[in-house]
């Protein structure tokens, strides 16, 4: 069996040492750092031969990689590198990885051509200046040859290994049994229509309904898969915490079914929320767990793997133990973990960990998103860039002498602009070409004060930068899938304002990658219609769709449509006292814990004083803005078994989705409102920009993402083939056909109105 590894790779894994250091130094573009590379090459002579392709082996190792640049005139092997700023800031770590990799082509080079010496060379060009530092090492084809060995002999010991746990591996997970006596109904229907997603290298859009398990639903399949072959990677994400730990939930059920089963599982958690010392700065200088970390790093790194099961506590555990970065081990680990569960973000952003480690590895993944209405919204906001001129302002009062021309520049740029804006809010036709090219410098000049210092500019200017790089970044891109906007406030001496690339189709940021992906599954319990969340998030034409039939019986839940009131906006003063006294019948009839939701703090304040004014009685428990973790946690734990109470919440919040409260914990929903967005200047021109692109404005924007959260919020009340519930769908908008066809096929719905209900509640049958 043979072991493929790249240069760079062998490389980074054999050759780091000295301190973690992560001073920001603005690195070159994928373009910029082509760019260098083709000037340094083109000054050479027209004998320079580019872009070698070279390999070689070490007993079973077999190392590839392509050597920037030979002279043979010089016969002079060149690793040419871009910079910005004085060269000798370079970190020390990274100088070891350049020379290790010059010396590694240096001896697949001499190999190649049957040369006896060779001169290695590490050429630094600096992209501000154009200048080039060329430092040289002489040798024998044999010094190369010994430096060659010595770092595939400190590989091969880890090669080795990794070579045995793939075999194990797949040989455990080819045997791996369900870990339950059996599926659940639906889940064997989910779990073979995953499998053949991956096994045919389709993506997959689930709809499937909650309670069912579609967590081991999905990524039994997916270890299966990879058993067979077709994966080498597991990517599972959450948008949520709760999604997270029902991954490590999974996993360990699937360990306890199988004692001892070699399968690799990392999470990845937040660098804020994994930080040992947030007071200190990320360098050797500062944080003691950044010093020497590469030279811990080996042994940190070895005994993590003896701990196949790398949860965010285990992990600290280890990298505590051998006094490194927790944060930093995990995204080591990464490259070496088989199963790898985190937020979206690590996947789906445009900085992604795991899509670069894909595409850098060529590893064949497999890409399950849990709850993956949750995407489109945050991929939004992943592609929105955002800039505030209070910031811009405050930053101009005194900034480093090389910033103050371009700083000006934007500032005239940005008066340009809101200078003869008279509305609040207003959508361009295009990006102003002065701005893009006022941003663009600006940029320029910071990344050049941070090359020649690292620790030059404070907190703020530094926020205002990566924000600017952002927004340049993503002008690059523009097109119909974003627009820019101007927010206005304020007048005279406090007139304010914020300039807003505003991605509202991700498709062309998110296509790349689902390609990259072997398979990607993304499911949820209301992904209803498809053809929206397949234009918007551009998944491959070729996508795979399934709908789950729900488990559940008609019987299980009372499904009562109001037609006679109405949640507009224009009429909720109105319906505030009907609502208020259904809600107090229907507990007085079956008493017991229920989940009132409504569109707006404002609207549950005001439907919560009439319950207290009218019906004293109740036990409420209302939602209040800005939850901490801690008072989330104290409101659920109010839904008790033996409670009751009736918990009053805003739809899309945190208690409208991702809780689970089964059997008596929860027994009834009332759902006030029909979750349609804001019709708002901002919404509005998303339902025209809709309309162009899809010819579905109005459903994309306002009824799709409304409906979804209602059924979200109605999931709470069923959680088990067991629980009977009530739910109230307040609305004679829920009574349109068009409304009705969104709604869960295994609903039996029944029209009333609130006045004959508040005189004949109806009791429900629990047992």
């Known amino acids: 069996m043979k072991y493929s590894v790249a240069v760079r790779e062998l490389c980074e894994f054999v050759a780091k040492r000295g301190d973690l250091d992560l001073r920001f130094t603005p690195a070159p573009s994928a373009q910029e750092g082509i760019a260098g590379h083709q000037t340094v090459t083109l000054r050479r002579g027209a004998k320079y031969l580019t872009e070698i392709t070279l390999a070689g082996e070490y007993g079973p190792l077999q190392v590839r990689g392509r050597a920037d640049g030979y002279d043979p005139t010089l016969n002079q092997l060149e690793e040419i590198k871009t910079h910005r700023g004085r060269l000798e800031r370079m970190p020390e770590n990274h100088r070891h990885l350049h020379w290790a990799q010059a010396r590694i082509y240096g001896w697949l080079m001499c190999e190649l051509l049957e040369l006896q010496t060779l001169t290695v060379a590490l050429v630094y060009y600096n992209l501000s200046t154009g200048r080039e530092t060329v430092l040289t090492e002489a040798h024998t084809a044999e010094s190369l040859k010994v430096f060659f060995d010595e770092c595939c002999g400190t590989f091969l010991a880890w090669a080795e290994q990794e070579m045995a746990h793939l075999q194990a591996r797949q040989q455990a997970l080819t045997a791996l049994e369900f870990p339950h006596p059996d599926f659940r109904p639906g889940q064997r229907d989910l779990a073979e ?68 089963l070699p399968l690799r599982s990392l999470e990845m958690v937040a660098r804020d929320k994994t930080c040992e010392h947030p007071d200190k700065s990320c360098h050797g200088d500062s944080c003691p767990l950044a010093k020497g970390f590469y030279d811990r790093l080996p042994a940190a790194r070895a005994a993590a793997l003896t701990r196949p099961h790398m949860d965010q506590f285990t992990l600290r555990d280890v990298a505590l133990a051998h006094q490194v970065c927790p944060y930093y081990l995990s995204q080591e680990m990464a490259r070496w973990a088989d199963v790898v569960s ?20 060529d590893w064949r993944v497999g890409v399950l998103t849990d709850e993956a209405h949750n995407l489109i919204e945050r991929a939004r906001a992943m592609y929105t860039g955002e800039l505030a001129q209070s910031t811009l302002k405050a930053l101009s009062k005194n900034p480093p002498a090389p910033l103050k021309k371009s700083l000006r520049k934007l500032t005239r740029a940005w008066n340009d602009i809101v200078g003869v804006q008279s509305v609040p809010y207003l959508v361009y036709a295009g990006l102003p070409d002065r701005l893009v090219m006022a941003l663009a410098t600006l940029v320029a000049d910071f990344s ?72 990607a599954v993304l499911f949820s319990a209301t992904l209803n219609p498809f053809g929206f969340y397949a234009d918007t998030l551009g998944m491959p034409q070729d996508t795979a769709q399934t709908d789950i039939i729900s488990p559940f019986h008609t019987d299980q839940l009372t499904v009562n449509v109001v037609t006679d009131v109405s949640t507009r906006f224009n009429d909720r003063r109105a319906s505030i006292a009907p609502i208020a006294d259904l809600i107090a019948h229907q507990f007085a009839a079956q008493p017991g814990n229920y989940l009132a939701f409504f569109s707006s703090f404002d609207y549950l304040q005001q439907v919560e004083e009439a319950l207290r004014q009218r019906h004293p009685q109740l036990t409420l428990w209302p939602q209040q803005r800005q939850m901490s973790e801690t008072a989330r946690t104290e409101f659920l734990g109010r839904f008790t078994e033996t409670s009751s109470g009736v918990g009053l919440a ?34 509005e021109e998303m339902r025209q920009r809709l309309d162009e692109i899809f010819g579905t404005g109005y459903d994309y924007t306002y009824l799709f993402p409304g409906l979804q959260k209602v059924v979200q919020a109605a999931g709470r009340v069923i959680r088990t083939l067991e629980d009977r519930g009530t739910l ?18 295994w609903w039996t719905i029944r029209h009333i109105a609130s006045r004959d209900t508040l005189t004949r509640p109806r009791q429900i049958d629990r047992t």
Not at 200 to 215: N, S
């Open 448 to 519: 050049e004060v941070l090359a020649e210092d690292p620790d030059g500019l404070d907190a703020d200017m530094l926020n205002f930068y990566f924000d600017a790089v952002h927004f340049a970044r993503l002008a690059e891109s523009y097109g119909p899938h974003s627009w820019f906007e101007v927010v206005r406030s304020g007048e005279g001496r406090y007139a304010d304002s914020a300039l807003r690339l505003r991605n509202i189709v991700p498709a062309p940021h998110l296509q790349p990658r689902f390609q990259a992906a072997q398979t």
């Open 193 to 260: 229509t995953v499998y053949k997603a991956a096994f045919t290298g389709r993506a997959l859009l689930a709809q499937a309904p909650t309670g069912i398990g579609k967590t081991m639903g999905t990524l039994f399949p997916l270890l299966k898969a990879m058993a067979g072959g077709k994966l080498d990677r597991a990517f599972c994400l959450a948008a949520k915490t709760s999604g997270r730990a029902l991954i490590q939930e999974s996993l360990l059920k699937l360990r306890r079914s199988a004692p001892g």
């Open 728 to 745: 109230y769908l307040i609305d004679d908008r829920f009574g349109q056909a068009r409304v009705r066809q969104l709604l869960p096929d």
């Open 650 to 683: 805003v739809l899309g919040g945190a208690f409208a989705e991702g809780i689970d409260l089964p059997g008596n914990r929860l027994i009834g929903a009332f759902v006030a409102t029909l979750g349609l967005p804001q019709v708002n200047p901002i919404n």
């Open 342 to 361: 985190g937020d979206y973000n690590y996947y789906f952003d445009s900085y992604a960990l795991l899509f670069s480690l894909t595409q850098a590895r």
